[in-house]
């Protein structure tokens, strides 16, 4: 059975502000290291034997930080990267509002859509699962990434909850179908 953990990157100045990162290189602040380090240490007793990121700053340096606790070398693809937001990265609510009107969620601002997202991350984790079948492996990335493809992989699941920085996720898959062992966990952030 293979087995793979959806982690969501730790959290930046951009995720406080709530700004749309889209594909900006936005870098962890030191609340998203910390957030980093917690996982890292709950992660330093499970057996991982594989970790892929995405290759923006946020989630790359979320999965080296568990990736030198784990000596596991951290490969990147850039298909595990965030949607991209078109002309609305890097603004606010307020920001859109000002700029296009209240309508702004109906315009074509360049926003990639749903069903693409979905696709690259699902022919991603397909890749991955089929390339290292029964093993254990690490995925960080995005929200938007990572949420569109749950929906995906597990519509029988309820994963409608918002997900949370640094959050695990458990899927395995067996000769059937996906299911899902663990959802949007953060227990390691209340340890200290």
Known sequence: MTLIGLIRHGVTDWNYEHRAQGQVDIALNDEGRRQA????????????????????????????????????????????REM?????????????????????????????????????????????????PDKKILIISHGALIGLTLKKLIPHIDTEEYLHNTSVTILNKDQFRWDCELYNCITHLNVE
């Open 84 to 132: 991209n937001c078109g002309l609305i990265e890097g603004t606010t609510e307020q920001d859109r509002v000002t700029k296009w009107g209240n309508g702004w969620s109906k315009l074509d601002l360049g926003i990639e859509p749903n069903a693409e997202i979905i696709t690259r991350g699902m022919n991603c984790l397909m890749d991955i699962s089929e390339r290292h």
């Open 37 to 80: 380090e917690l996982l890292s240490k709950r992660m330093e007793n499970e057996k991982w034997d594989y970790i892929y990121s995405s290759d923006l700053s946020r989630a790359f340096e979320t999965a080296q930080i568990i990736g030198r606790i784990k000596n596991i070398e951290v490969k990147t693809d850039p298909r595990l």
